[in-house]
């Protein structure tokens, strides 16, 4: 039977932002799935080569076991219950947000992207207890990572010809590199963001090969691997720029989560911003 709130509570977010909170009547506990996801590994062997040797890992989506526990004042109750969660897990509504929080950290991890994977029932098991359900869910999240905390920091003051900002950005959060959304607020000619992490390993850039006039602007996704602006659908970015590979490191993985920043910019005034976004990214919780 359903006892207390638990250590934490879960919420699902639907795609039109409704939310609903299992906080009492219904519980949602999760079994498995906070830990790191499958990942698919290519490699490759030379002729006549007795091993193979790694190209690379990637993440699968997520797999999420569950059990859904409802309980209700009485018969007529609990199936008005068990109606309204049909709602919330409708797959007809598309994919789901599935947030996590833990009230005694004062944290929310995040997944994206959720669907049901199977079907999902429960009997009404009238003999045991009437006002009393449980439903075994499994669930998918095509998104394979969790987020946490959201952070936003702007770079204005540019200096010099070309106008240069040079910054640190100390990630101190989160087990996996972090993709950010960069937002490039005109006026400028030009602009460019460089991200340098180890010595002598060539820094990861976006380079915007545009202008933009006071008013417009144009972000550069990371994570969706998109580039939009408020002129034109036209991708701006420079053949060389690494949007598919540009991030920002956490204190977890190595050098301490500094990342050297290095914005440059052609025909600037004191309104040109640089905007970084990004959520504390974890692989496993």
Same mark, same amino acid.
Request: with cysteine.
């Given at each position: *039977?359903? !006892?207390?709130? !638990? ?8 795609? @039109?932002? +409704? ?13 498995? =799935?906070?830990? #790191? ?27 999420? %076991? ?11 109750? $609990? ?15 598309g994919p ?9 950290? =004062? ?7 959720? $669907?049901? +994977?199977?079907? $999902? ?16 869910? +499994? *669930? &998918? ?6 987020? =946490? %905390? ?5 770079? &204005? !003051? ?9 910054? %640190?950005?100390?990630? &101190?959060?989160? @087990? ?18 460089? @991200? ?16 933009? #006039? #006071? =008013?417009? +602007? ?11 602006? /408020? ?13 598919? &590979? ?7 993985? !190595? ?14 005034t004191a309104? /040109?911003?640089v905007q ?10």
């Amino acid at each position: *039977m359903i !006892g207390g709130l !638990g250590s934490y509570l879960v919420s699902v977010e639907d795609v @039109n932002g +409704s939310v609903y909170t299992f906080d009492g009547n219904t519980q949602l506990r999760i079994l498995t =799935g906070r830990s #790191a996801p499958e990942t698919r590994t290519a490699s490759s062997a030379l002729p006549l080569q007795n091993y193979s040797r790694v190209e690379y890992n990637a993440f699968l989506p997520r797999r999420l %076991t569950a059990v859904l526990q409802v309980l209700g004042e009485d018969a007529a109750h $609990m199936w008005k219950c068990r109606q309204d969660m049909y709602r919330v897990f409708n797959p007809f509504k598309g994919p789901f947000t599935l947030h996590v929080t833990y009230p005694q950290k =004062g944290v929310t991890y995040t997944a994206y992207n959720v $669907m049901l +994977s199977d079907a $999902m029932d429960s009997p009404l098991d009238t003999k045991r207890d009437p006002r009393y359900s449980e439903f075994a869910l +499994s *669930m &998918t999240a095509l998104d394979p990572f969790w987020y =946490g %905390t959201h952070h936003v920091v702007q770079y &204005t !003051g540019f200096t010099g010809t070309p106008g240069a900002i040079s910054t %640190t950005l100390t990630l &101190t959060a989160g @087990n996996y590199w972090a993709s950010p959304l960069v937002r490039f607020y005109g006026p400028f000619t030009a602009i460019a963001i460089f @991200n340098t992490i180890w010595k002598n390993v060539t820094p990861k850039k976006l380079d915007v090969r545009m202008a933009l #006039a #006071a =008013g417009q +602007s144009l972000s550069v996704d990371c994570r969706f691997k998109r580039v939009t602006s /408020t002129v034109t659908p036209e991708l701006a970015l420079w053949h060389d720029s690494n949007l598919n &590979t540009f991030g920002l490191i956490p204190e977890s993985l !190595g050098s301490g989560g500094v990342n050297n920043l290095d914005i440059y910019s052609f025909g600037y005034t004191a309104n /040109t911003i640089v905007q970084v976004e990004w959520d504390d990214t974890y692989y496993a919780i």
